[in-house]
C-alpha cells in the first residue's frame, strides 16, 4: 500500500497553476504497484530524466521513473519555460519604446500590465505541461511514482513505502539555486529563478545578485517590464565566462536601457529597511549602500545529492560537482548512470537530453557513447542574445592551439542594416593555417537560432572555407556565416596563387 502523497503547490494559487499540477504532480495521483524487476530506475524527471524514461521504454525496457516534485524539472516549471515567457514580454515593451525610428509612432508612456505578463506565462506553461505529465508517461509503459526516492540496497530503490528492483538505475535528479552566503540575506528574503516566476506584482526597486547568464537575462527582463533594476556583480564585467567583445556589446546595451550596474562589488549584508530592504556593499574600498524592494539572487547553482543515500551504493558526489561520472556519464558503481545537471559542467536543458540518450545506449546496449564528443552549443536570452558552440580563443590557447579569427559584424550585413540590429557579430575560430572550425560566437538579437548551423559544420567536420559554397537567402543576418567563409577562401589567394592565376588568364586572352 502506498503512502499517500504530501501536496505540492505552485503559487499563486489560481487556474492556470491548478492545471499546471493535474499535470506534473496530479494531486490525485496513485502510484503503480512497483513491477518485480526494472530494467531502469530514473530518479528525477527533469529533461534528462524524462528523455531517459521515454527513450527506454520506446525500446521496450521495463522503466519507472520516480519526482519529488515537479514533473519537467526545472526547464518547465522555473527555468527556460517561464523566463522566456516573460523575457518575450518584455522584448515587446521594448519595441514598442523604440518603434519611432522605424515610423510607427506608440502612445506615451507604454503601459505595462504586469499581472497579465505574468498570467500569460503561467498560461503557456500549463499550455506546455502535458508533454511531460504523468500521464503521458503512463501511457509510454512508464512507471511514474510520485514521492522521494532514496537507494535502499545494491539494487534497489526506496519511495513512499514502495521497493523498486534495478538492473540499471539513473540519477537524473537536477539542481537548485544555491544561496548566497550573504550576512542578513536569508533572514531578509530573496528571489531565486525558483521563487521569480510567483510574482503578480512588479517590483519597483529590484536588485540582482550576479552577473551571469540567469542574472542577466532576468535583470533585463524586469527592467523592461517597469522595474528599477540594480545589478551587483563580483566581476568587472558582465558574462564574464563569454568572449569579452560579446559581453561589452550586452553591457553597453544594459546600460543604455537604465539598468544601474554596480562591477567589483563585494557584498557585505542585507538588513531590512522597513517595508523595503538595504544592500551593504563595498565598491573600490569604500562601503556603500542600495534600497531596494525585492532582491534577486541569480548566482550560482548547486547538484541535488541530498537525501538519495548514495553512500549505500558506493556512488562517489561532491557537493559542488555533483555524482561523478566517466566519459561514458557511468558513475563509481557502474550499475547506476548520471544524466544532466546533476553531473554535467554544462547545465543547460539540451545538454540534459543529449546525456540522456547516451545513458540508454551506454546502460541498456552496453554502449560505450562518450559525453566528450557531444558538439554543445549554448545561448544567453539577452538582446541581443549571445551564442556560442566549441572553444573560445582562450581555450584554444591554453590547450596549445594556434587560431585564426574570422569575423562579421553586423552593421556591414545589409538584413541587420535594415532591421536596425547593427550590434553584433558573428566571429569563428579556426586552426591556424586551415579552416577547420574549432569554436564560434554569435552576438545578434536571434543568434541561439543562427549557432545551430556552425554546430550541424563542426559535428559534420564542414570547414569554414565549405559554408562560403552555402547558398544563404538575402537578406538574412545569416549571411554573415557565409561571409565569414568567404574571408577565409580570400586569404588562399596568396601572391603566389594570384601570380599564377593571372598567368593562367594572360594565356587564354593570347
Request: aromatic share 6%.
Amino acid at each position: 500500500m502506498s503512502v499517500p502523497l504530501a501536496p505540492v503547490l505552485v503559487k499563486p494559487a489560481d487556474a492556470h497553476n491548478a492545471r499546471l499540477l493535474s499535470y506534473v504532480h496530479p494531486p490525485a495521483w496513485q502510484n503503480p504497484t512497483p513491477a518485480p524487476c526494472y530494467n531502469l530506475v530514473v530518479i528525477g524527471a527533469g529533461t534528462a530524466g524524462l528523455v531517459t524514461a521515454a527513450g527506454a521504454a520506446g525500446l521496450g525496457a521495463k522503466v519507472a521513473l520516480v519526482e519529488k516534485s515537479l514533473l519537467g524539472g526545472d526547464c518547465l516549471n522555473v527555468g527556460c519555460v517561464p523566463s522566456k515567457a516573460v523575457i518575450r514580454s518584455g522584448r515587446a515593451v521594448f519595441d514598442a519604446k523604440e518603434a519611432s525610428p522605424f515610423g510607427v509612432l506608440v502612445g506615451k508612456p507604454v503601459e505595462i500590465d504586469f499581472p497579465t505578463v505574468m498570467a500569460r506565462m503561467r498560461k503557456l506553461r500549463a499550455d506546455l505541461s502535458p508533454h511531460d505529465s504523468a500521464q503521458r508517461f503512463a501511457k509510454l509503459g512508464v512507471d511514474v511514482f510520485l514521492g522521494e526516492a532514496r537507494f535502499a540496497g545494491p539494487d534497489t530503490v526506496e519511495v513512499e513505502g514502495q521497493t523498486l528492483r534495478f538492473k540499471r538505475a539513473v540519477i537524473a535528479t537536477g539542481a537548485r539555486a544555491t544561496d548566497p552566503p550573504v550576512p542578513g540575506l536569508a533572514e531578509t528574503g530573496y528571489l531565486t529563478n525558483e521563487t521569480v516566476f510567483n510574482l503578480t506584482q512588479c517590483p519597483a526597486r529590484l536588485a540582482v545578485i550576479g552577473g551571469g547568464p540567469i542574472g542577466c537575462e532576468l535583470a533585463q527582463a524586469f527592467q523592461r517590464l517597469g522595474s528599477q533594476v540594480s545589478l551587483l556583480h563580483k566581476n568587472a564585467h558582465l558574462l564574464d565566462r563569454e568572449d569579452m567583445e560579446a559581453a561589452a556589446i550586452v553591457q553597453k546595451a544594459f546600460i543604455g536601457e537604465g539598468i544601474t550596474l554596480r562591477l567589483n562589488a563585494k557584498i557585505t549584508r542585507v538588513e531590512r529597511n522597513g517595508a523595503g530592504k538595504r544592500i551593504w556593499y563595498e565598491l573600490q574600498g569604500k562601503e556603500e549602500t542600495l534600497a531596494v524592494d525585492e532582491i534577486l539572487a541569480g548566482a550560482g547553482r548547486a547538484p541535488n545529492v541530498q537525501g538519495l543515500n548514495l553512500e549505500t551504493v558506493g556512488v562517489k558526489y561532491d557537493p559542488r560537482k555533483g555524482v561523478l561520472v566517466n566519459d561514458c556519464l557511468q558513475t563509481s558503481n557502474p550499475h547506476i548512470y548520471g544524466a544532466g545537471d546533476v553531473c554535467l559542467a554544462w547545465k543547460f536543458t539540451h545538454a540534459a537530453d543529449f546525456s540522456a540518450r547516451i545513458v540508454i545506449q551506454n546502460a541498456l546496449f552496453l554502449g560505450r557513447k562518450k559525453a566528450s564528443a557531444l558538439t554543445m552549443p549554448w545561448c544567453t536570452y539577452t538582446d541581443p542574445e549571445i551564442a556560442h558552440v566549441g572553444l573560445y580563443e582562450r581555450d584554444a590557447r591554453e590547450r596549445g592551439v594556434e587560431v585564426d579569427t574570422y569575423v562579421r559584424e553586423f552593421k556591414e550585413v545589409d538584413r541587420a542594416v535594415l532591421d536596425g540590429e547593427e550590434d553584433g557579430f558573428v566571429k569563428f575560430h579556426v586552426r591556424k593555417g586551415h579552416d577547420a572550425i574549432l569554436g564560434a560566437t554569435i552576438v545578434a538579437r536571434h543568434a541561439g537560432e543562427m549557432i545551430s548551423e556552425i554546430s550541424v559544420a563542426m559535428a559534420a567536420r564542414i570547414g569554414l572555407g565549405k559554408l562560403a559554397s552555402v547558398i544563404h537567402p538575402y537578406p538574412t543576418q545569416a549571411e554573415a556565416l557565409r561571409q565569414c567563409g568567404d574571408a577565409y577562401n580570400r586569404t588562399r589567394l596568396t601572391p603566389t596563387v594570384k601570380k599564377w592565376m593571372g598567368r593562367w588568364l594572360a594565356w587564354q586572352r593570347s
